[in-house]
T-cell receptor
Framework: RKEVEQDPGPFNVPEGATVAFNCTYS??????FFWYRQDCRKEPKLLMS???SGNEDGRFTAQLNRASQYISLLIRDSKLSDSATYLC?????????FGQGTELSVKP | EPEVTQTPSHQVTQMGQEVILRCVPI?????FYWYRQILGQKVEFLVS????????KSEIFDDQFSVERPDGSNFTLKIRSTKLEDSAMYFC??????????????FGDGTRLSIL
């Protein structure tokens, strides 16, 4: 089983759509969880940390279920500028383990 | 907002040559990391560094790789004898001390290494 596994994508959605990304991780000892965003050939940029209580940042909502080792990201009212690859990232012992990413393309 | 900076942005090197990638972490950060991303693949952990020594390294980080903090600001990754498969984006990241290793890491904008 892959350490961090994401929806394969790509997701092609119209502006204004709601889109959900799913991620699972294999190491139950993982300590912290994040969604990063990566634009083509650029560095990963932190989108948000993910907590068991769920957290929201504007149009973005992230959720963690430790029991099922599942992480999600919901983007509401998607914008053209949301087009990017979304990386599910798990911190295990201080090092970051990345999923392969899910590409999102938002069309006018 | 303070940034992690990396130089050069693009390095082209002949196979078998040595290459040094440079990173200037955020000034009060004390944990340093290198990651790489082969084109079309996921970001992979290479090595973590704290208190002037390697904390952890991955299987990728073999004897051809080394890291160093030669002065108070730079953090370098050296590849002694480059191979074609070393072609990738290399990202440096850092963390401040005192906030826990579970905090999000700050990434530099990367060096694209092309081995010919």
């Amino acid at each position: 089983r892959k350490e961090v596994e994401q929806d394969p994508g790509p997701f092609n959605v119209p502006e204004g759509a709601t889109v959900a990304f799913n991620c699972t991780y294999s190491n139950s000892a993982s300590q912290s969880f994040f969604w990063y965003r990566q634009d083509c050939r650029k560095e990963p940029k932190l989108l948000m940390s993910v907590y068991s209580s769920g957290n929201e940042d504007g149009r973005f909502t992230a959720q963690l279920n430790r029991a099922s080792q599942y992480i999600s990201l919901l983007i509401r009212d998607s914008k053209l500028s949301d087009s990017a690859t979304y990386l599910c990232v798990v911190n295990t012992g201080g090092k970051l383990i990345f999923g392969q990413g899910t590409e999102l393309s938002v069309k006018p | 907002e303070p940034e992690v900076t990396q130089t050069p942005s693009h390095q082209v090197t002949q196979m078998g040559q040595e290459v040094i990638l440079r990173c200037v972490p955020i000034s009060n950060h004390l944990y340093f990391y290198w990651y790489r991303q082969i084109l079309g693949q996921k970001v992979e952990f290479l090595v973590s560094f704290y208190n002037n020594e390697i904390s952890e390294k991955s299987e990728i980080f073999d004897d051809q790789f080394s890291v160093e903090r030669p002065d108070g600001s730079n953090f370098t990754l050296k590849i002694r004898s480059t191979k074609l498969e070393d072609s990738a984006m290399y990202f440096c990241a850092s963390l401040p001390s005192g906030q826990g290793l579970d905090q999000p890491q700050h990434f530099g904008d990367g060096t694209r290494l092309s081995i010919l």
